[in-house]
C-alpha cells in the first residue's frame, strides 16, 4: 500500500519559513503525481501545490510566488518550502499523491493517497 508521512509542521511567526517533507513509500514504480492541500480552521480543504510526473508545477494563487514545491523520487520525497508566512496559512497541511503519468490538477477528488498531516500555525 502507498503510504505518506509528513513532516516539519510547527509554529512561526509571521514572515518567517518553514519547510514541510513527505516521505512517500509503496509505489512499485515512478509514474505518480504529487501534491499538497491545506484546511484551516472553519475552513474546506484545499488545494496548495501540485506537482506532476512530467514536471508540470501549479499553486493556488494564494501562495504563488512565496510557497515552492519540489521532490526527490530518488529519495522518495516531496517538500513544501514556506516563505513569508502569513497568519492565514495557518492549518493542517496535507501530502496526497495519485498513480499518474502526466499531471494532476488542485482538486483533492484527483487524489486516492493522503497522509495524516502536519499543523502549521503562524502568528
Known amino acids: 500500500d502507498v503510504q505518506l508521512v509528513e513532516s516539519g509542521g510547527g509554529s512561526v511567526q509571521a514572515g518567517q519559513s518553514l519547510r514541510l517533507s513527505c516521505a512517500v513509500s509503496g509505489y512499485t514504480n515512478s509514474y505518480y503525481c504529487m501534491a499538497w492541500f491545506r484546511q484551516g480552521p472553519g475552513k474546506r480543504r484545499e488545494g496548495v501545490a501540485t506537482?506532476?510526473?512530467?514536471?508540470?508545477?501549479d499553486y493556488a494563487n494564494s501562495v504563488k510566488g512565496r510557497f515552492t514545491i519540489s521532490q526527490d523520487k530518488a529519495k522518495h520525497m516531496l517538500y513544501l518550502q514556506m516563505d513569508s508566512l502569513r497568519t492565514e496559512d495557518t492549518a493542517m497541511y496535507y501530502c496526497a499523491s495519485d498513480p499518474c503519468s502526466t499531471f494532476r490538477g488542485l482538486g483533492q477528488d484527483e487524489y486516492d493517497y493522503w497522509g495524516q498531516g502536519t499543523q502549521v500555525t503562524v502568528s
Open positions: 506537482l506532476g510526473n512530467d514536471g508540470s508545477i
